[in-house]
């Protein structure tokens, strides 16, 4: 069997959070495309429910959409069951679900911290906790959790110190992680993405003024797309990166090189 054979996902069964639109939308993609079958997580349940349908539609796969909040450890629960009633076992979980928000450190609110810290970083505690659970039991499964290159460098010229910090905490605790299951062969990685065109940064009326400028800082002069992030999913998921655990994988277009 060829690499790229060896590479595929036919019959794994994964869940993607915030999988309803961006990110989260183009790696499940492609992990549909690599033969898997996968549940679209997302407080969004019309979007997650169109993108689940859009799936099994272009892959012949099999596609669920679950409505979870990642920061409520009951959601998270019963995602977690309902998974397992529908695909019977879990083998990769991909933590992805994340919000940022720009507001100086010294006018920001308890609850505006608050808020990021537990979508960005509790959420993805939560579901890789819950993943890493089915998955011990299971003897091995393969976690991927999606930090940023903010959690690397301070960007400018927005103040984003929740997400900065929350993101540095993703990439620790993968680490983590990592380490503590290392033995049971549950795999635990995350990807640092630089700017990525999505809602997130296009639709956002206080980001897209800044766009020009970050790309005029950028070395390649231009935001990333969500598919250049879905080959680095794909290996992660599957078995052929068996020796890779507690890496961090920027893909940032040499944003964090200046
Ligand atoms: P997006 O806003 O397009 O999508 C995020 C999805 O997460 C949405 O579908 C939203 O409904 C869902 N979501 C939000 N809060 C949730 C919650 N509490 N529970 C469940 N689902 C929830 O964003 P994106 O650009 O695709 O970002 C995805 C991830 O990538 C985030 O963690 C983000 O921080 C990270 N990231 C994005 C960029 C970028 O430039 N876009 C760069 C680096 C990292």
Known sequence: MGIIEKMRLDGKKIFVTGGA???????????AEAGADIAIVDLDIEEATKTAQ?????????????????????????????ILKAF?????????????MNVPAEEMTYEQWKKVIDINLTGVFLTAQAAGKVMLKQGGGSIINTASMSG??????????????????????????????ATRNVRVNCISPGYIGTELTLNSPNLQPLIEQWNEMAPLHRMG??????SICVYLAGDTSSFTTGSDFIIDGAFTCI
């Open 54 to 82: 859009e799936l099994e539609k272009n892959n012949g796969i099999k596609s669920i959409a679950i409505k979870t909040d990642v920061t409520n450890p009951a959601d998270v629960d019963a995602m977690i069951e309902t």
């Open 88 to 100: 019977g076992r879990l083998d990769v979980a991909f933590c992805n679900a994340g919000i940022c």
């Open 152 to 181: 690397h460098i301070v960007n400018v010229p927005q103040p984003q110190c929740s997400y900065n910090a929350s993101k540095a905490g993703v990439i620790q605790l993968t680490k983590s992680l990592a380490v503590e299951w």
């Open 225 to 230: 797309r969500p598919e250049e992030l879905q």
């Open 21 to 31: 639109r961006g990110i989260g939308k183009s790696v499940a993609t492609a992990f």
